[in-house]
């Protein structure tokens, strides 16, 4: 059917392809998607309608076990090194978690919705083969966050039962510079949290419930114990911003903003990888909207209350809350200390880091990884990436590391939002996406027009990444000397960019009329 003239998206959607509920919630009518296509598995094949119920609690219970972990606890711990307050840190990362918000419910409805992952609901825009670009950039982030998590929490293991057993544990014999013992509890955290993803989704929904409540007490009682030792919180909160709120400030707040963004915006793409299980739309969103920003606001402040603490009883500030930990001078109170490192990691890790790439990779090659398969591999690429290099210091990690993907990411999100949203108004043809040769299938698979606002919204996003002097990989002057000024807002201009020019070249170049072409037969 050639493209002769514009075709609204909103194109009619054939009756006996999908089945509509009530609550608007949408399922593939029996037989309307081949069991065993080429781009159909298990895993990727919407959820049926009755087992779409997380619930609210559900919801809020994931974003509080994923918020209450070491990387998050230490996110105000970089911005205070970098020279905020303590206030000035709280405000930023709470400002950060409002504006992903944003996004992360704006992809989350199709969850619900029509019970499509992160990888399928990206076919609509970037086409059947094209969604793989999106799915891979997506898995490689999550790859390097699994091992980055996996490596402190190793190192939490590790502190801890060095506290227990000793000087001969801490000075056992090195391997690559590190001590055997400190390997040893990095590959039994590793496989500890693959033998819990591997039974599925549903045992990762029954671990968060009972997981969030725990960490949640585990870290009361850490402000109750530094509490009752400090006698009060009061050094730290009265220690003056090196910065101030003038000019010295907001260039290092807006790429710390930009950074604390790039902290979730993974969360923000895939988010439909966990929404698709969901009751209905109000559970994602009350779930998403209570759990999201307040915990990590919260628990910004938690980290902040309790590292005041510390400096009053140790004369330091201790920001490492395993370090800190490790100060408890009985045996249960390391104990617990440890088995709340241990959830609080496995906690977040197994959620935000490894859901994602095994769907990711399920979709790249549907007929040779399943699920599990790709949670397999996400676990081994974690350790190949040396996951210890990206923590070294706060300049790298949330400038370099966290300032990159949030800009990447952030181009990706703006074409999702774009299509589902703006361009086809949240109706999607959900047998179609599934066909090679219909709707979503533009040319040989691939839309060109969001591989195009892809690479023009990374590039303007991230182009001008640079490193202060011996502080980063980028050179002082930027990538592209010319784009630095951009550098500092790179998630904001990603996802601004890739949304506005994804909507002028879908509307400008009559794009929904090229999925049309193959499905005469069932469009009529």
Same mark, same amino acid.
């Given at each position: ?37 080429? $781009? ?73 919705? $029509? ?6 609901? /990206? ?16 898995? !490689? ?16 293991? $590790? ?140 628990? /910004? ?26 100060? !408890? ?100 043809? @959900? ?8 709707? $979503? ?37 930027? @990538? ?45």
């Amino acid at each position: 059917m050639p493209a002769t003239s514009p075709v609204p998206p909103e194109l009619p959607i054939t009756p006996t392809d999908q089945i509509t509920a009530p609550d608007g919630r949408v399922e593939p009518a029996p037989g309307a998607i081949a069991a065993h296509g080429r $781009y159909v598995n298990a895993d990727l094949y919407p959820v049926p309608l009755a087992e779409r119920r997380w619930t609210t609690y559900n919801f809020a219970a994931l974003w509080v076990g994923m918020a209450h972990n070491i990387p998050s606890w230490t996110l105000a711990s970089g911005l205070v090194a970098l020279g905020m307050d303590w206030k000035q840190a709280v405000f930023t990362i709470a400002l950060a978690n409002l504006v992903v918000l944003v996004p992360m419910l704006l992809t989350g409805h199709a969850g619900p919705k $029509y019970g499509i992952p992160f990888p399928v609901l /990206a076919r609509a825009s970037f086409g059947l083969r094209g969604a793989n670009l999106p799915a891979l950039v997506r898995a !490689a982030v999550a790859c390097c966050w699994f091992g980055i998590q996996t490596w402190i929490g190793g190192q939490g293991i $590790y502190i801890l039962l060095g506290k227990i057993f000793g000087g001969d544990w801490a000075g056992a014999t090195e391997i690559a510079g590190y001590p055997w013992t400190l390997w040893l509890c990095f590959l039994v955290f590793w496989a500890v949290e693959l033998a819990i993803i591997l039974r599925g989704m549903e045992t990762l929904r029954r671990f968060e419930n009972w997981a969030a409540p725990f960490v949640l007490v585990g870290a009361l009682a850490l402000l109750g114990w530094m509490a009752a030792k400090a006698g009060g919180f009061g050094p730290l909160l009265d220690q003056p911003s090196t910065l101030g709120w003038g000019e010295n400030f907001w260039p290092v707040f807006f790429p710390s903003l930009m950074g604390m963004i790039g902290f979730w915006a993974t969360l923000s793409l895939n988010i439909p990888d966990f929404t698709r299980f969901g009751a209905g739309q109000r559970a994602q969103v009350w779930g998403q909207s209570l759990g999201l920003p307040t915990t990590m606001t919260a628990f /910004a402040l938690l980290s902040v209350l309790v590292t005041s603490g510390s400096q009053a009883v140790y004369g330091a500030p201790i920001w490492d809350p395993v370090a800190l930990a490790g100060k !408890a001078d009985n045996v249960f109170g390391l104990l617990f200390a440890l088995v709340t490192v241990l959830i609080a990691t496995i906690s977040v890790n197994i959620a935000a880091n490894v859901v994602s790439p095994a769907y990711d990779l399920a979709h790249l090659a549907p007929k040779l990884i399943n699920f599990r398969t790709g949670a397999l591999i996400t676990g081994v690429v974690g350790v190949i990436i040396l996951p210890w290099k990206l923590t070294a210091t706060p300049e790298l990690y949330i400038f370099t590391w966290l300032g990159v993907v949030g800009g990447l990411l952030g181009t990706v999100a703006g074409i999702l939002i774009a299509d589902y949203w703006i361009i086809r108004r949240t109706v999607l043809d @959900l047998a179609e996406l599934y066909r090679p040769g219909g709707r $979503y299938w533009y040319t040989a698979g691939w839309n060109w027009r969001a591989v195009l606002a892809f690479v023009i919204g990374g590039l303007l996003a991230v182009g001008g990444s640079y490193s202060q002097p011996g502080k980063g990989p980028f050179p002082a002057g930027g @990538l592209l000397p010319f784009l630095k000024p951009l550098a500092d807002y790179g998630w904001a201009v990603g996802l601004g960019v890739a949304l506005t020019l994804y909507t002028v070249l879908m509307r400008a170049t009559g794009g929904p009329v090229s999925e049309l072409r193959g499905t005469e037969g069932r469009l009529g």
